[in-house]
């Protein structure tokens, strides 16, 4: 399971000073096909945009090792309008994303523990 940190940041284009918003981003990812969407991939689509909605813009989701990819590859094959060290900056905190013991089974382990 990874945990992805959500934030907004600033981007700093020398004639382009707007918000990027990671939830916002990746909730356009899994919720906008221009292209189409195939059946096989809604379920990992809409899981994601599910996390997505429940969280706060500052706060974070837990993606399961799928969904995780399945976000990654859609991150990867989005065409952006804009070049800014800000999107670079995004895909690497998606892509190196902490693996994390199951949020729910970490404290059952816990108290197992104790």
């Known amino acids: 399971m990874k945990q992805i940190i959500l934030k907004t940041v600033t981007l700093q284009l020398e004639n382009l000073k707007e918000e990027l918003s990671y939830k916002k981003l990746f909730l356009q990812l899994v919720e ?5 969407i195939r059946a096989s991939e809604m379920g990992d689509a809409i899981s994601i945009s599910k996390k997505l909605q ?3 813009d500052d706060g974070s989701i837990f993606l399961e090792n799928s969904e995780h990819s399945y ?11 804009i070049a800014a060290p800000e999107i670079i900056e995004m895909r690497e905190a998606l892509f190196k994303a902490k693996d994390v013991e199951t949020p729910h089974l970490a404290s059952v382990n816990n108290k197992k523990r104790a």
């Open 71 to 81: 976000l990654c590859t859609r991150f990867d094959n989005h065409r952006f309008g």
């Open 54 to 56: 429940n969280a706060t």
């Open 32 to 36: 906008v096909f221009p292209e189409g």
